[in-house]
């Protein structure tokens, strides 16, 4: 059973403050994402990575950065928290795509950070 | 680059009931169309995927239907139950070799009246 955990469910940090949110998957998938969910916006992907060391830019970056030092763990990072960051924060890993190109393989979520920036 | 929409926001059904969730993708290219699904304070789910080589999948009371001349994609759920009240995301995806990304939209939520 695949298993993504976050750092914290809830989260309240001030304005300029520098946020970490940490994610951690059991299951030694390659990928891993980060989003955020807003009403009526929907998941929006922040960045994401396919290997260690390795990340890409998603829809929505600015603002954001990220850490792939292991396999298993993908972190987000807030270098200076603004209040239009107060979001869910969802982080979610799959397996690569098996051979040949093409496939794709079913993302499994976490439990989702709630960050509220005062 | 990629968008996905999904219509409508939000709907309401009788229990019993059929539900229909449409989407709409931009890029001709996307060939894996999967459905998700979230509970109320809980993680998206998937529940259902369709991929570009077929028009029709079924999986009990789910089903799902591909147009790619059109560039649409439907959920449908019959003889909705209460537990089938929840936010539904649709979502596209060009499946890349490497990184699986997948553009959702934005979501529908579901609700079953008793």
């Known amino acids: 059973d695949v298993k993504v955990t976050q750092s914290s469910r809830y989260l309240v940090k001030r304005t300029g403050e520098k946020v970490f949110l940490e994610c951690v998957q059991d299951?030694?998938?390659?990928?891993m994402f980060w989003y955020r969910q807003d009403p009526g916006l929907g998941l929006r992907l922040i960045y994401f990575s396919y290997d260690v060391k390795m990340k890409e830019k998603g829809d929505i970056p600015e603002g954001y950065s990220v850490s792939r030092e292991k396999k298993e763990r993908f972190s987000l990072i807030l270098e200076s928290a603004s209040t239009n960051q107060t979001s869910m924060y969802l982080c979610a890993s799959s397996r690569a795509s098996p051979r040949p190109a093409g496939s794709v393989n079913e993302q499994f979520f976490g439990p989702g950070t709630r960050l509220t920036v005062l | 680059g990629e968008n996905v929409e999904q219509h409508p926001s939000t709907l309401s059904v009788q229990e019993g009931d059929s539900a229909v969730i449409k989407c709409t993708y931009s890029?001709?290219?996307?060939?894996?169309f999967p459905w998700y699904k979230q509970e109320l304070g809980k993680r998206p789910q998937l529940i259902i995927d369709i991929r570009s080589n077929v028009g029709e999948k079924k999986d009990q009371r789910i089903a799902v239907t591909l147009n790619k001349t059109a560039k649409h994609f439907s959920l449908h759920i019959t003889e909705t139950q209460p537990e089938d009240s929840a936010v539904y995301f649709c979502?596209?995806?060009?499946?890349?070799?490497?990184?699986?990304?997948?553009?959702f939209g934005s979501g529908t939520r579901l609700s079953i009246r008793p």
């Open positions: 890029d001709s290219a996307s060939n894996y």
């Open positions: 979502a596209a995806s060009k499946g890349y070799s490497s990184a699986s990304k997948i553009i």
């Open positions: 299951m030694d998938h390659e990928n």
